[in-house]
Structure formats: C-alpha cells, structure tokens
C-alpha cells in the first residue's frame, strides 16, 4: 500500500501558486495545477469586485468541490481580511502520487505554524515569516538559507527551512539620489554607516532587523508609510528604505535608485525535523531534486 504524506500549503495567493508549480513538475499534474490557480484568481477578482459571479458562492464551492475522488481538489470557505469580511473560497485539499507516495496537500491558513505544532512533518510558508518569528537577532544580517537555519534556536522550535520554490521578489534597498554621497552604493555597509530614518512596512520590522543586523541599525529610526500612500512614495519621501521588488521598475517611476536585494521574499519547503519520516524524505528528494531556480536553496 503507498505510503502517504501529510503536507501544509498555503490556502491562497502566490506561494500556493509555487507549490502547485512545483508539484505539476514533478507529479505530472499540470492540468490539477491550472485549474486551482485558475478557480483562486477568478474567486480572489470576485472578492475584489473586479469580477462578478452569476452563482452565489455555496452553488460555486459544490461545483468546484469533489468530495468523491481525492485527486481532485476541494475547497472551503474563508473569511476574508477586507472591509465587511467577505465569504472568499480558497483551496483545502487534494492528493497527488510522487515516486510511489501519495502526497495529501492540505490548505493551512498559517503552515509554518502548523509545522511549529508538530501537526505536519513537511508544509510550505513564506521565507519571511520564519525570520519574523524564530530567527535569532543578531549584530550581523542573515544573507542566506544556511545562516537563517543557524539562527533558529532548537529549543524553540524543529522546524527547518529546506529550499526555495524560486517564486523570488526580494526585500530591496531603495534610495532618493539625494540620500547617496557621490560614488556611494546602495548596500548593507551603506546601511551601517547611515544615520537617520529608514521607512519600512510595520509587519517587516523584526525581518528587517534580522536581515540587515543589529549593528547596522544603531543610528537608524525605522518609519511607517501612510497606509493611504504607496510605499515607494513613502520612501521617496524620506529618501531611504527597504521594500519588495521584483524588477525595481515601480521604483524607478518614484525617482528611487534601487540597490542591493538584501533578502528573497521566496516560497520555502521546510520541515519538522521531529515529525518528518522515511516517506517525507524521500518526498523532500524529489521536490528539490529537479532543475531549479531559487535564490534560496536547496541546502
């Protein structure tokens, strides 16, 4: 009987996008892929309002939903974060066969989190919420997966990060022309010597703390955009930030020099090192196996 292996995913967006990506490559299941992705734009523009449904949302859920065969996927609904908390569909599960193992994808609001309570050996969650919860602070950045593994204390957790799934938009230095000295680079040394404020978003202080180093941010006073203003206009206003880019265009268009990617915002496999079993490893051989390009791994 094959063996099965219980995998957190995430329910929606573009990091259930690059695990489907990845499993279409080396499950064979193209097809299962593009249909979920499809079905979650098409909900995610209805949500928005972009898109108008001529079913309500119980009649689309039955119809996409099929509870009679595993290799097809299931959904569920959610409570949207957006103003009056909309009902949105978003994925929940599917099986798939890789080398002689059936892999149950199973849709998690938070799989980091339920990898950190031992309820999966293996789940997917974005690189950035594993430096915003159990990375160590320290005077010197992280700069790649192994230095991010190194600073995860054991004691906290045995969650590991395995590889990237290469879906890159990195955390960038952005700057006003006037903010750099002549002949200046826009990198971390740039950072270190700096003094004075550095605009970010909120949720990315404890990220960015650990990704550029407690040293480098001794004379640094981090700000806040306006949640009405663009947050690269927010930087050119106060001539200095870091913000997620993929090509650096956007930024551009606000007048900003676009300098060192500091850090990849990048779908991750990880894994519970205390729950991960012969079946998860040989699971774990085949996603990072292939060809791939990521800026993260594999390790």
């Known amino acids: 009987m ?5 995998v957190a995913v995430p329910r929606k967006g573009r990091p259930l996008e690059a695990v489907l990506e990845r499993f279409a490559a080396v499950a064979g299941v193209a097809g299962l892929a593009d249909d979920v992705s499809s079905t979650l734009r098409y909900e995610k523009a209805i949500t928005k309002g972009t898109a108008t449904a001529e079913r309500d ?6 119809a996409y939903s099929d509870l009679s065969n595993p290799h097809r996927p299931e959904y569920t609904l959610l409570r949207d974060d957006r103003e009056g908390k909309p009902r949105r569909i978003v994925f929940d599960s599917v099986a798939v066969s ?6 149950e994808l199973i849709g998690r609001e938070e799989p980091f989190r339920a990898l950190r309570t031992h309820e999966f050996g293996l789940g997917f969650d974005s690189a950035d919420l594993v430096l915003e919860e159990v990375v160590t602070l320290g005077e010197t950045g992280v700069e790649s997966i192994a230095d991010v593994n190194a600073r995860i204390d054991p004691r906290d957790t045995d969650v590991r990060v395995v590889s990237g799934l290469g879906d890159t938009v990195y955390h960038t230095l952005l700057a006003t022309p006037e903010a750099l000295p002549p002949g200046a680079d826009l990198d971390r040394s740039f950072v270190a010597d700096y ?12 990220l960015v703390r650990a990704v550029l180093g407690t040293r480098a941010l001794d004379d640094v006073t981090f700000t806040y955009p306006d949640p009405s203003v663009e947050e690269e206009a927010a930087i050119a206003e106060v ?3 870091v ?3 993929m090509t650096g265009s956007t930024a551009r268009d606000h007048g900003l ?5 500091l850090f990849p915002s990048e779908t991750v496999l990880m894994e519970n090192v205390a729950e991960a079993g012969p079946a998860a490893e040989r699971l774990e051989a085949a996603l990072t196996g292939a ?4 800026a993260i791994g594999p390790l």
């Open 257 to 261: 020099v676009v300098g060192d990617d």
């Open 57 to 62: 949302v119980y009649e689309r859920l039955a």
């Open 195 to 206: 003094e004075g404020a550095l605009c970010i978003s909120p949720r990315y202080e404890r």
């Open 291 to 294: 060809d791939l390009e990521t």
């Open 239 to 241: 001539g200095l930030g």
């Open 2 to 6: 094959p063996e099965t292996v219980r």
């Open 98 to 103: 890789v080398d002689g193992v059936t892999v």
């Open 243 to 245: 913000y997620l880019t």
